[in-house]
């Protein structure tokens, strides 16, 4: 038997705060308007990848949460492989004594600690962890920003979760996607104190991928327009500004109008596509309790293509937030810091009484 060459690693989800909606080309996966999101700390969410390879191995195999996916008609994770082996290839030929891992079929096997395809970001930490894992094993010198750019083919919003902390995915002008790319705007460090609590009011998968349900709206919605043309631009420079300044109300209102603004395009859609439900609902109006009991924004909730909801505050107004969140649902607090808290109860069964 030959030798099994192997490579393992783990990717952090990222929930974005001025969100990624539209492709202006499908097959490369450039985006219509510029994003920017908070990695959270992988101790908690994420993805864990393993991919090797060997002479053995006469073809691309992929499992996801234990089970085999066909590899043969995953347009998305073809493209990634490719430009991958096309790397690995270059190194080959630049260093002849190296074994030939271009020409070996990979398998690769990853799991998600959390509900996978529910909006909460499973394609942006599985694809940063596919991209990484594989530029692991074949010893790939890519920097992170080209890594970026190839894990932005298998998804988009995964090319953000190559950085930590606070990450732009700048759109980029040029046809063949060279410019569209992730750029960290902030280390996590920056702004410590910054805390993600997550509350999964639904772990099934949804019913509208982001993928079709984003190509239903570039087709169907009349606001759509307006917010990539009007108002996203101003509300990237106004974000990445808060972020810099660590004003957390302007974040906050900047994070909820970007969540409310996502879903009613959404909403727009025809026909319409509903990511939110009553208890998503309901959650937006204890955090509006939490602020108004508090006399100020002290935590802001953002939803990405799914029922569950996040909810960004600062570790100064912990005890606050979470006493009224506790009360109500089930929470599990993750911060940049790598701190995480579990409660029991689950959100439906609370907001149902
Ligand atoms: P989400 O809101 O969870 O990101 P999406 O609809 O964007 O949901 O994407 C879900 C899809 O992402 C899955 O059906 C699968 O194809 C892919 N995916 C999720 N997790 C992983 C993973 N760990 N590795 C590779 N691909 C993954
Ligand atoms: C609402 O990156 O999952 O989470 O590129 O088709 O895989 P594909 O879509 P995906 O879309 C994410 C949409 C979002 C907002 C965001 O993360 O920016
Ligand atoms: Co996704």
Request: hydrophobic share 35%; proline share 4%; net charge neutral.
């Amino acid at each position: 038997m030959s030798t099994v060459h192997l490579s393992s690693t783990t990717a952090p989800v990222n929930i974005a705060v001025v969100k990624y909606w539209g492709k202006r080309d499908p097959t490369l996966n450039l985006p219509t308007n510029s994003s920017i999101s908070v990695t959270l700390s992988q101790d908690d969410l994420r993805a864990w990848t393993t991919a090797s390879c060997s002479q053995d191995f006469p073809e691309d195999r992929m499992w996801l949460n234990g089970e085999e996916r066909s590899t043969t008609d995953d347009k998305r994770l073809l493209a990634c492989l490719k430009e991958l082996r096309s790397l690995r290839t270059r190194v080959e030929q630049e260093d002849g004594t190296l074994p030939k891992l271009s020409g070996m079929g990979l398998h690769i096997a990853s799991e998600n600690n959390f509900p996978t395809a529910a909006g909460l970001a499973s394609s942006a930490a599985g694809f940063a962890a596919l991209v990484r894992a594989v530029a692991d094993l074949y010893k790939l010198p890519s920097s992170r920003t080209e890594l970026s750019r190839i894990a932005r083919q298998g998804s988009g919003s995964a090319c953000r979760s190559l950085f930590g902390g606070y990450v732009a995915w700048e759109m980029g002008t040029r046809e063949d996607g060279s410019d569209s790319q992730a750029v960290q705007v902030a280390e996590a460090d920056h702004w410590p104190t910054m805390k993600a609590c997550i509350l999964v009011a639904s772990a099934q998968k949804k019913d509208v991928s982001s993928t079709s349900g984003m190509q239903s709206t570039t087709k169907t919605s009349l606001l759509f327009r307006e917010r990539i043309e009007r108002v996203v631009p101003d509300r990237m420079a106004r974000m990445t500004e808060a972020i810099r300044a660590r004003d957390f109300s302007t974040f906050a209102e900047l994070t909820m109008r970007d969540s409310n603004g996502f879903h009613a395009v959404c909403l727009d859609t025809y026909p319409p596509i509903f990511y939110m439900n009553d208890v998503s609902r309901a959650v937006v109006r204890l955090v509006e309790h939490i602020n108004g009991q508090a006399g100020e924004t002290v935590c802001a909730y953002t939803y990405d293509a799914g029922p569950n909801t996040v909810i960004y505050y600062l570790r100064e107004n912990e005890a606050r937030v979470l006493s009224f969140v506790k009360g109500a649902v089930s929470a599990t607090t993750r911060g940049a810091d790598g701190l995480s808290e579990q409660t029991a109860a689950s959100v439906p069964d609370v907001l149902a009484q």
